[in-house]
């Protein structure tokens, strides 16, 4: 039973991470913001690298979530503390970013 259970959590996490991706129709050229580094915003960074894409930033208010985005293989990470603004995206995160395909997770 427990066996089950962990299963079909990884199984969703997983699925929806998968579905994130193919969703946003991204391609070669396409750079990528993902909103989040919780489990699923993990997962997705992981099938957004898998897919080949050039540049995958990921934003969450904890560093922790950051750093082990970071360690997992992240371009680039931010920490935006609840708001993403205007003065965010011009910082030096998105400076060279010229497509971006933003997933909410």
Known sequence: MMITLIYDLFNEIFKTGNWGVTRANIGPETNVLIMRAGPIGLVTMLWARASGLPRTVVVDVS?????????????????NSGILNQKFLKSSIFSSVSVITVIFI
Request: with cysteine; proline share 0%; glycine share 12%.
């Open 63 to 79: 560093d922790h979530c950051l750093s082990v985005t970071k360690s997992l293989g992240a371009d680039d990470i931010g920490n």
